[in-house]
């Protein structure tokens, strides 16, 4: 499957904006798709997933209730609404496609990803 995501930009403290994950292909081999992200000098963080077999969410602790992830399976694209954004928020954001973390830990995204997109930056300016 090849992951296309956008929707980034530059907004200010405590805006929002919606990035889109469009796959193209099929998506039968995954359990889910969801968002990694990763700041200058940070590690990578997986912040959400959505399972495609039973919409089932996850999110991490630094986005709960903020952000709310949510698909369309009509045009096969997963959506992440970031609201409330912190300047802390500002990294590059990438789609996967592969598994839910509750099985990985703090290893989810060298194991549980078997697909990345191209990332969109995101830029929270305070």
């Known amino acids: 499957v090849q992951l296309q995501a956008s929707g980034g930009g530059s907004v200010q403290a405590g805006g929002s904006l919606r990035l889109s994950c469009v796959a193209s292909?099929?998506?039968?081999?995954?359990?889910?798709i969801g968002w990694f992200r990763q700041a200058p000098g940070k590690e990578r963080e997986g912040i959400s997933s959505?399972?495609?077999?039973?919409?089932?969410?996850y999110y991490a602790d630094s986005v709960k209730g903020r952000f709310t992830i949510s698909r369309d399976s009509a045009k096969n694209t997963v959506y992440l609404q970031m609201n409330s954004l912190k300047p802390e928020d500002t990294a590059v954001y990438y789609c996967?496609?592969?598994?839910?973390?509750?099985?990985?830990?703090?290893?989810?995204?060298?194991?549980?990803?078997?697909?990345w997109g191209k990332g969109t930056q995101v830029t929270v300016s305070s």
């Open positions: 959505i399972s495609l077999s039973d919409d089932d969410t």
């Open positions: 292909g099929s998506t039968l081999d995954y359990d889910a």
């Open positions: 996967f496609a592969g598994d839910m973390p509750y099985n990985y830990g703090s290893n989810w995204g060298t194991y549980g990803v078997d697909s």
